[in-house]
């Protein structure tokens, strides 16, 4: 078994790296104070063509594969929380699944301007009052004509309010379950379609988390994803790669914490010497390697599965975003310690890792669900 990434991963991320260390790194303080969304971060990363990783190269991608994508998510994540969150939900979420379920109508029309970072994407599923059971869903679609009309609310949608288009859940038919979901394209400007809140947030500030309203939003047959009814389907299809997403966004967190603690260690000297020869320093920071290189190799598994079209992809995506998020948070919180009490000012990074770190054990399935999914894989 050969654990050697090939030379076209380590050159897309090689590069993806020299930007976020020239780029990213100096201004991810300043945009998360400012609460801004750097838009010409994303122009700087569509310039690199990676806006589009795992997206075939007929609609405007790169062709890369998960792997790929997992590196550059990584990437970003180890300078800047809300740029990884921005970018992964953009990809995982807003492109892919117009390439896995879209006609090639759709795919030119939508997918194209989102792979090569003329627009953003967005995803909308959750609601307020649906939390961890995603299918319990109030926002509805009813067929009028050649029309469907869509009336609801969505709730912490990553991008809202910077998106050129957002994948839209609804119901299609009441009390139809599962059954009655289906997924429409719908475009921001359509009439009808509002922001109503973009949050303050704990952490990931620079990264826009929203509430939309959609007021008998109207939206021609075609921007429907699929057929009626198979808008559940695609979100468990969707979820299983947007987890490998945020598993490697959370390596990103770990690695970009330990280093500024690692260097920190090297750097700070009490009574006479570098604290990282401390013990209890050097312990830590050897924990927290091992740590992250545990969550890095069970990610990067999970790619491949997903690459490879494996049947145990729910299982591994799980884990890997189980483990990888829980070892963020970890990770993270010790580096703040080690910084001591510049590890809680703003002036040094850790604290926005911690703070980045924490929404990774929430979104896209807290690990408690990670937690009930796996056990069904179990078949407990």
């Given at each position: 078994m050969d654990f050697t990434l090939p030379e076209e991963?380590?050159?897309?991320?090689?590069?993806?790296?020299?930007?976020?260390?020239?780029?990213?790194?100096?201004?991810?303080?300043?945009?998360?104070?400012?609460?801004?969304?750097?838009?010409?971060?994303?122009?700087?990363l569509a310039e690199l063509d990676?806006?589009?990783?795992p997206i075939d190269?007929?609609?405007?991608?790169?062709?890369?594969?998960?792997?790929?994508?997992?590196?550059?998510?990584?990437?970003?994540?180890?300078?800047?929380?809300?740029?990884?969150?921005?970018?992964a939900a953009h990809v995982s979420l807003g492109a892919k699944p117009i390439e896995l379920f879209g006609t090639d109508e759709?795919?030119?029309?939508?997918?194209?301007?989102?792979?090569?970072?003329?627009?953003?994407?967005a995803w909308a599923l959750t609601e307020p009052g649906s939390g961890s059971d995603?299918?319990?869903?109030?926002?509805?679609?009813?067929?009028?004509?050649?029309?469907?009309?869509?009336?609801?609310?969505?709730?912490?949608?990553?991008?809202?309010?910077?998106?050129?288009?957002?994948?839209?859940?609804?119901?299609?038919?009441?009390?139809?379950?599962?059954?009655?979901?289906?997924?429409?394209?719908?475009?921001?400007?359509?009439?009808?379609f509002e922001v109503s809140t973009v949050w303050d947030k704990m952490g990931l500030n620079a990264s826009p988390t929203c509430e939309i309203r959609l007021n008998d939003v109207r939206v021609p047959a075609d921007r429907l994803l699929g057929d009626p009814g198979d808008g559940w389907d695609q979100t468990r299809k969707t979820l299983d790669g947007g987890r490998v997403s945020i598993a490697a966004l959370s390596v990103g967190l770990a690695q970009g914490a330990f280093e500024a603690a690692l260097s920190y260690a090297k750097e700070r000297e009490?009574?006479?010497?570098?604290?990282?020869?401390?013990?209890?320093?050097r312990d830590m920071l050897v924990a927290?390697?091992?740590?992250?290189?545990?969550?890095?190799?069970?990610?990067?598994?999970?790619?491949?599965?997903?690459?490879?079209?494996?049947e145990d992809l729910t299982r591994l995506s799980s884990m890997a975003k189980l483990d990888a998020s829980e070892i963020s948070r970890e990770v993270a919180e010790d580096a703040v310690q080690v910084l001591g009490g510049y590890g809680y000012t703003?002036?040094?990074?850790?604290?926005?890792?911690?703070?980045?770190?924490?929404?990774?054990?929430?979104?896209?399935?807290?690990?408690?669900?990670?937690?009930?999914?796996?056990?069904?894989?179990?078949?407990?």
């Open positions: 991963h380590r050159m897309i991320r090689d590069s993806v790296r020299e930007f976020c260390d020239a780029e990213v790194a100096p201004i991810a303080q300043e945009i998360e104070d400012e609460h801004r969304f750097p838009a010409e971060v994303f122009d700087r990676v806006m589009g990783v190269e007929k609609w405007g991608g790169l062709g890369g594969d998960q792997l790929m994508y997992a590196l550059v998510t990584e990437e970003l994540g180890r300078v800047s929380g809300a740029v990884g969150l921005s970018y759709q795919r030119e029309q939508w997918l194209r301007p989102l792979a090569t970072g003329e627009h953003l994407g995603a299918s319990d869903m109030d926002t509805t679609a009813r067929k009028e004509g050649d029309e469907w009309v869509l009336n609801g609310t969505k709730q912490f949608i990553t991008n809202a309010n910077v998106a050129g288009s957002v994948l839209v859940k609804a119901v299609t038919e009441p009390d139809g379950g599962y059954g009655a979901i289906s997924t429409f394209v719908v475009d921001p400007a359509d009439d009808g009490q009574f006479g010497q570098p604290i990282g020869e401390f013990d209890a320093v927290m390697d091992r740590k992250i290189e545990r969550a890095r190799l069970l990610t990067q598994k999970a790619a491949i599965e997903y690459d490879r079209g494996g703003t002036d040094f990074a850790p604290q926005r890792f911690f703070r980045d770190a924490k929404l990774m054990e929430i979104g896209e399935g807290t690990s408690e669900i990670q937690r009930l999914v796996l056990g069904r894989e179990l078949g407990l």
